[in-house]
């Protein structure tokens, strides 16, 4: 039996196209999410893979349909190849239920860990370079050093809480405390 699993990330998005794809490619069944990749809990992805039997094919439109990430889809692939269920990525033409296909999916697999491999590469050289130059990463203080000093002043008027503070900066208590240990005002 093939069945078919389509995901868009939000309910703005429309599933049609993957959906007419997965038909078409013989898909008798097809499970459809509308939830972020991101999240670990999609039920149901859960739901389709506990239908699947040794012989089916799990057909999806694109393999981002499928995993999170390339860790994930290698996962799910591989339990899928020990249940003794096929998989095909129409998007991509990979077919595991071919020895050939099968190759292709671990060569792909490799060339997209390499490539993550380098971006990370590139991106910790970069932050590497800009730390030598001076640069320091993260969000902005959401209070700048001026305001908090000014925040520091109408505090030293006892008639003045750190709520009013808060309030006037319009920031809570925990970053306006966090914004005056940062200078190291005390409070």
């Known amino acids: 039996m093939i069945i078919g699993y389509a995901r868009v990330s939000t309910t703005d998005q429309n599933p049609e196209l993957q959906v007419d794809a997965l038909e078409k490619a ?3 069944q097809v499970f459809q999410e509308r939830f972020t990749g991101s999240l670990r809990e999609r039920p149901e992805l859960s739901q389709c893979l506990r239908t ?6 799990l057909v999806v439109w694109k393999l981002d349909r499928l995993a999170r990430s390339l860790k994930d889809l290698v996962e799910i692939v591989q339990d899928l190849q020990d249940r003794g269920v096929g998989f095909k990525s129409l998007t991509e033409s990979i077919d595991t239920t071919s020895s050939g ?12 860990e390499f490539e993550r491999d380098l ?4 991106t910790m050289a970069g932050l590497q370079a800009a730390r030598a130059r001076g640069r320091k990463g993260g969000r902005k203080p959401a209070m ?3 305001d908090t000093k000014k925040a520091a002043a109408m505090l030293s008027d006892p008639e003045i809480t750190k709520t009013e503070v808060a309030r006037h900066f319009d920031v809570s208590r925990t970053t306006l405390n966090a914004s005056l240990k940062r200078l190291g005002i005390r409070s």
């Open 119 to 122: 971006i990370r590469e590139r």
């Open 101 to 112: 296909g099968r190759l292709v999916f671990h060569i792909f697999g490799a060339l997209a």
């Open 26 to 28: 013989g898909a008798e």
């Open 144 to 146: 700048s050093d001026t």
């Open 52 to 57: 699947l039997r040794a012989g089916d094919v």
